[in-house]
């Protein structure tokens, strides 16, 4: 599989690709995480504060793993650089009006039956 290098020639943002692929194993992880804490608060006896702190962090991890998920790197937002050297204007005038623009008159005539083909 290629990899994209950690530094870029450009300031542009990563490929799409690349992120919704970091994306989708972040969104793994996280409810991978939440599966384990739902078995371990059925597992962990006797019962207690920890019981308690499984069930919790098995509630709130699947809207974590959403928000994260969905969060990508668009909502950042980045300033590309290009890396061609602009070039200036040479007046900031503004282009003259056009004069009236050429009108263009396309006719055709049906050919007659009668007449021979060459």
Do not use: K
Not at 105 to 113: F, G, K, R
């Amino acid at each position: 599989m290629r990899r994209t290098p950690d530094a870029a020639v450009t300031s542009l943002p990563r490929a799409p690709r690349d992120e919704a692929r970091d994306r989708v194993r972040h969104y793994v992880i996280t409810m991978s995480i939440r599966m384990v804490c739902f078995i371990l608060m059925f597992v962990v006896q006797p019962m207690g504060w920890w019981t308690w702190a499984f069930g919790i962090a098995a509630a709130v991890l699947p809207y974590i793993a959403v928000v994260f998920a969905n969060a990508g790197d668009d909502s950042v937002p980045t300033g590309v650089e290009s890396p061609r050297i602009q070039i200036e204007a040479a007046d900031d005038a503004p282009p003259p009006a056009p004069s009236d623009p050429p009108v263009i008159t396309i006719s055709e005539t049906a050919a007659h039956p009668a007449e021979p083909r060459s």
